[in-house]
């Protein structure tokens, strides 16, 4: 199968890891999958959240934040000024989860990382994105700490990627763009450690049920696409 876009099924986006793009984020580096653009940036925080600062052990933390900004999609989407949507907390909380699985918390000391995820251009894997993006942004924000001698090296524990994949008139697709995901029968959200270990995945049967057969498929996939996109992390960490 050919995508709109020339693709094969198996086939990420044009990915791109653009480090340092925030003058003054301890991290900062712009994400773009084809048309999905994410600006993640990440601040060390030396003040803990009230509920961690009398925690034994003594322990870390990093929290995210994502947000669309108004013109990032087709139509105008209004900020969240007061409270932020279901779905802005749900993907929030995803790409925290995640990114919590590639720090050892109990040797980032009485600090915490916030990582901020904002969408600057939408076009379907916006979380997964962002999962990517902030990775990069996490290592090069601690970087820094590791070589001064204030953070060991084995404070950053894994390499996290993520990737969506989904089942599109029969056929399972990597990376998908928003009319794929629009039109997918099955869409889930696969975010991955090295060594293909599962952090979380996200999957629905958006129009019917899928087979373990089918899931297993898909995982595959995800698998293949996050080795890939672990790739290019590399470079720009």
């Known amino acids: 199968m050919t995508r709109e876009d020339g693709r094969s099924a198996g086939q990420l986006r044009s990915i791109e890891f653009q480090p340092n793009f925030s003058q003054w984020a301890e991290g900062s580096v712009l994400v773009k999958f084809g048309n999905t653009h994410v600006l993640c940036n990440v ?25 669309m900004l108004p013109r990032s999609t087709h139509s105008r989407v209004n900020r969240e000024q007061r409270w932020p949507k279901g779905r802005t907390q749900e993907i929030s909380r995803l790409i925290g989860r995640s990114l919590r699985m590639a720090v050892d918390l109990s040797l980032l000391g009485p600090r915490q990382l ?43 524990k894994r390499q996290i990627a993520a990737i969506s994949v989904g089942i599109v008139n029969g056929e399972a697709l990597l990376d ?14 696969v975010v991955m450690a090295s060594g293909e270990e599962l952090v979380e995945v996200q999957g629905t ?13 898909l995982l595959d996939l995800s698998a293949e696409g996050i080795q890939q996109l672990m790739r290019l992390q590399l470079p720009a960490a």
């Open 176 to 189: 998908l763009a928003y009319g794929e995901d629009a039109a997918a029968e099955v869409d889930l959200n």
């Open 205 to 217: 049967g958006e129009k019917a049920p899928f087979s373990r057969a089918e899931l297993e498929k």
């Open 114 to 156: 916030i990582v901020d995820c904002d969408v600057l251009q939408a076009d379907g894997g916006t979380r997964t994105a962002a999962i990517c993006g902030g990775w990069v942004a996490v290592k090069l924000a601690l970087q820094p700490l590791i070589e001064g001698g204030v953070l060991p090296a084995a404070v950053l």
């Open 43 to 67: 601040t060390i925080d030396e003040n803990l959240p009230p509920w961690l600062r009398n925690a034994e052990p003594p322990r870390g933390w990093l929290t995210a934040e994502y947000a």
